[in-house]
């Protein structure tokens, strides 16, 4: 198994010890916490193992690659999380349960599609959680967050036209960072993209393989180049090394963002990166 840069009371250590400029680690699959002025925001984090076990008697093991970052629950400083869509390792209520349990005025973000799905998951009120869509903007904690529609593998909307799948441009101080949750690129997403003037693009990069029976996600060749088209200062990818039959190579993707002239940075899981 994949061992964690840092992990545990070392990874903790490193995130209290952060100044209050803007900093941002890699907690694994596409979970990655945001600290910038003492405030903290985890985006998609899984943190437990509730999928390997859901699987492990099936034909479609989800078998660990990487080793936990931390247990939900030692996160105790934590101001705002976000989901991207309901897929689980992105709305896992073995990690959101127990950190709502250590953080009790937690703000949590779900697209507004998915609000009564997620509460009942986690096992909240849903007017206890705050709603996004496509366009649409939240404050939370210093934060704000603007949905941005992603598609996996489509464009999915609700009876009301709402996006069931979304990415997030988080926007703090002059500093701008775009989560694309789970996405393949769609017709208009770079030009939806490219006015934010991205400082950190966070992107997929496990690809779609039919013979996964999962949906799939741009690929290392197609994330380096949205990350270029879009205008991304940096490009961090994502969603790879977690599950054996679900991830991809990192070394192929840094090849591609090089090949393309994209400035990238390949994190390892728990390591951090400061935003220039």
């Known amino acids: 198994m994949i061992r964690p840069a840092l992990a545990d009371d070392a990874f903790l250590a490193d995130v209290r010890g952060a100044g209050d400029g803007p900093r941002i ?5 596409s979970g990655f916490l945001l600290r910038w002025q003492g405030r903290h925001l985890l985006l998609d984090p899984y943190l437990s193992d509730s999928l390997t076990r859901k699987y492990a008697a099936t034909d479609k093991p989800h078998v660990r690659m990487t080793g936990r970052v931390v247990a939900p ?51 909240v009120e849903a007017a206890r959680l705050i709603g996004i869509d496509d366009g649409t903007e939240v404050d939370v904690a210093g934060f704000r967050l603007h949905g941005v529609a992603s ?13 069931k799948f979304l990415g997030y441009v988080v ?16 017709p208009g ?35 380096a180049r949205l990350a270029r088209d879009i205008g991304a200062r940096l490009v961090v990818p994502c969603h790879y090394e977690m599950f054996e039959f679900n991830t991809a190579s990192p070394g192929e993707f840094a090849a591609h963002a090089a090949r393309v002239g994209q400035p990238f940075r390949v994190l390892r899981c728990g390591e951090g990166l400061t935003i220039a």
């Open 189 to 223: 997403l770079e030009d939806r993209l490219r006015p934010w003037a991205v400082d950190v693009a966070l992107l997929p990069i496990n690809g779609a393989r039919p013979e996964r029976r999962v949906a799939g996600n741009l690929n290392a060749r197609e994330a």
């Open 151 to 163: 598609a996996h593998e489509t464009v999915e909307r609700d009876g009301a036209g709402r996006a």
């Open 73 to 123: 629950e030692r996160l105790d400083f934590i101001d705002a999380v976000t989901s991207s869509h309901n897929h689980t390792d992105h709305l896992d209520a073995e990690t959101l349960v127990p950190l709502l349990g250590a953080n009790p005025s937690l703000a949590i973000v779900v697209p507004e599609a998915n609000r009564d799905f997620a509460a009942g998951r986690i096992g």
């Open 171 to 186: 926007e703090f101080g002059h500093w701008r960072v775009y989560h694309s949750g789970d996405t393949v690129r769609y």
């Open 25 to 29: 680690w890699w907690l694994g699959q």
